[in-house]
């Protein structure tokens, strides 16, 4: 615990056990403008834009991803190479956003489905074993192409 009475993370050396993701943004604009091969004036423009948007910091200084730096070679592949606007980068990152959320909403729909598929299996399995065998007796019946022909009895006139 620190003089304020919060707790402090446990780590050894007295420092702060931190974990990198893709998602940590840990990149000054220099460093990300470097990392990209862009202009930091390039990437202030796109985050102006809403095209690549980078976490904060207190000071409202940019801090860019391992993801964010990603999405401007992608950004800059899109506008250089394929010859897009940026208007319509940006709809093609919102839809390729929008694809990668459905996606997981199915993935998670269809381990919902797969869940209750087992469910019910396990229950009509239940029902099937609470049967009471000795009632009937299970007999196979072999099941034959002969026909067989019915005519009814003549009847008698009644007197």
């Given at each position: 615990?620190?003089r304020d009475g ?11 056990a931190?974990?990198l ?5 840990v990149?000054?604009?220099?460093v990300a403008?470097?990392?990209?091969g862009?202009?930091?004036q390039t ?8 095209l690549?948007s ?10 860019y991803?391992a993801?964010?730096i ?11 190479d ?12 919102e839809?390729e956003?929008?694809?990668a959320?459905l996606?997981?909403?199915?993935a998670e ?5 797969d869940g209750a598929a087992?469910?019910m ?8 074993a609470?049967?009471r065998?000795d ?11 002969a026909l067989v022909?019915?005519?009814?009895k ?5 007197d």
């Amino acid at each position: 615990m620190d003089r304020d009475g919060r707790r402090r993370p446990s780590s050894s050396f007295g420092r702060a056990a931190y974990t990198l993701t893709e998602e940590t943004p840990v990149y000054v604009i220099s460093v990300a403008a470097q990392l990209s091969g862009l202009h930091p004036q390039t990437l202030r423009q796109y985050d102006r834009l809403g095209l690549v948007s980078p976490d904060r910091t207190a000071g409202r200084g940019r801090r860019y991803s391992a993801r964010d730096i990603e999405l401007l070679r992608q950004v800059q592949q899109l506008s250089q190479d394929e010859g897009i606007n940026l208007a319509g980068i940006k709809r093609i990152i919102e839809l390729e956003n929008q694809v990668a959320a459905l996606q997981a909403r199915v993935a998670e729909l269809s381990s919902a489905v797969d869940g209750a598929a087992a469910a019910m299996r396990q229950r009509e399995a239940q029902v099937h074993a609470s049967y009471r065998r000795d009632l009937v007796p299970y007999q196979d019946v072999q099941q034959t192409s002969a026909l067989v022909v019915w005519r009814p009895k003549p009847t008698r006139p009644t007197d």
